[in-house]
């Protein structure tokens, strides 16, 4: 554990007293970057972004958050500053919980609490139903934190997946495409109508690579293959039922079921809400879309504020308090 926190490299990019910093976490196939808000000995606070995003998502949202909290948000593998993964190797959740495990470990954090945005609160509801004696809130942000699928359907997607991967390496050997900033920009808001111009700006902040003629997208591409790791719904809700953190779900309301789901789908996330309902978490619907945490952040922050102070800070002060009396 201690020869993994040497490894931690903190690059400080400002002079305020809480001034963001890179992270930096060594792992098998080369680094895990990402930023660092709030004082060190904060209570802990794992940030997730979403697919193809990179935790810029967070850079407007985070600074409206509790100032008793150390918020570290990752780079995904293949996304942002992170390395990418090994040639031949697929992204899936499980190896994403991986991840988050070995930036948990370098970190020496012990209990936590996790914000995931969409991919992300996927990741953070594995994690938490895989490590819940490690978790003490989540919050998913347009996220069920689990993707059900048709167990009649896995078959062609797992050789579907599988097929895009043979392609993909055939494929290597073309031109990275270069882009001027402008046409970057255009690409990626064609790409995600729910993101503003400003929001596309933050994000490609980690998102491009400067060149020779222009710039690149810095993700691996191998991100928008077919996703061949599949659960069912049955499975989901086992997953689900051994969550013990609390957790608040904030859904928006031109968001992830109206943008992405299909119709067979809305069975699923039906089942999934009424999971956290029937264990007394919270779900909410706020206005905005897909990325309204990044987009509008003051309309998310206050539940997500509010949601910490009550169901971690407030505890941990009172725990606090208790054991300061006692001696």
């Given at each position: 554990?201690?020869?993994a926190?040497?490894?931690v490299?903190?690059?400080?990019t ?11 976490i060594?792992?098998?196939?080369g ?7 709030g ?7 794992l940030c997730?972004?979403?697919?193809a995003?990179?935790c810029?998502?967070?850079n407007?949202f985070i600074p ?10 990752m780079?995904?593998?293949?996304h942002g500053?992170s390395s ?10 499980p190896?994403?919980?991986m ?11 012990n ?7 969409s ?6 509801g594995l994690?938490?139903a895989?490590?819940?004696e490690m978790?003490d ?22 050789r579907?997946?599988?097929d ?5 390496e055939?494929k290597?050997e ?16 064609a ?6 111009v400003?929001s ?18 810095s993700r ?5 293959l077919?996703n061949?790791v599949?659960i ?5 809700l ?11 779900v ?9 943008i992405?789901a299909e119709?067979d ?12 309902r029937d ?5 909410v ?10 987009n509008?952040?003051e309309?998310?922050a ?12 407030s505890q941990?002060?009172?725990?606090t308090?208790e ?5």
């Amino acid at each position: 554990m201690m020869r993994a926190l040497k490894g931690v490299r903190h690059l400080h990019t400002g002079t305020m007293k809480q001034a963001v910093s890179e992270l930096s976490i060594p792992v098998p196939w080369g680094e895990i970057r990402g930023k660092v808000w709030g004082p060190d000995h904060g209570h802990p606070v794992l940030c997730l972004h979403g697919w193809a995003d990179n935790c810029g998502t967070f850079n407007t949202f985070i600074p409206l958050l509790p100032k008793e909290c150390r918020y570290v948000a990752m780079d995904l593998a293949g996304h942002g500053q992170s390395s990418h993964r090994r040639p031949g190797v697929f992204y899936s959740f499980p190896s994403y919980v991986m991840d988050v495990r070995r930036v948990i470990d370098a970190m020496q954090w012990n209990k936590f609490s996790i914000i995931g945005h969409s991919m992300g609160g996927n990741i953070a509801g594995l994690f938490s139903a895989l490590y819940p004696e490690m978790v003490d809130a989540v919050v998913l942000l347009d996220s069920y934190g689990f993707l059900p699928t048709d167990p009649n359907e896995m078959p062609k997607v797992m050789r579907q997946g599988m097929d895009e991967m043979l392609q993909f390496e055939k494929k290597t050997e073309e031109k990275t495409r270069v882009y001027t900033y402008a046409k970057a920009v255009e690409r990626l808001l064609a790409a995600n109508p729910s993101l503003s111009v400003q929001s596309v700006r933050m994000l490609l902040e980690r998102g491009l690579v400067q060149v020779e003629g222009g710039v690149v997208f810095s993700r691996d591409f191998r991100i928008n293959l077919k996703n061949i790791v599949r659960i069912s719904l049955e499975q989901s809700l086992e997953m689900q039922s051994r969550i013990q953190a609390s957790v608040l779900v904030i859904l928006a309301e031109s968001g992830f079921e109206k943008i992405f789901a299909e119709p067979d789908q809305k069975k699923f996330t039906s089942a999934l809400l009424q999971g956290y309902r029937d264990r007394n978490h919270t779900v909410v619907t706020v206005p905005g879309n897909h990325h309204v945490h990044l987009n509008n952040p003051e309309v998310v922050a206050p539940l997500v504020s509010d949601f910490l102070q009550t169901k971690v800070l407030s505890q941990l002060a009172r725990l606090t308090n208790e054991q300061t009396s006692k001696l």
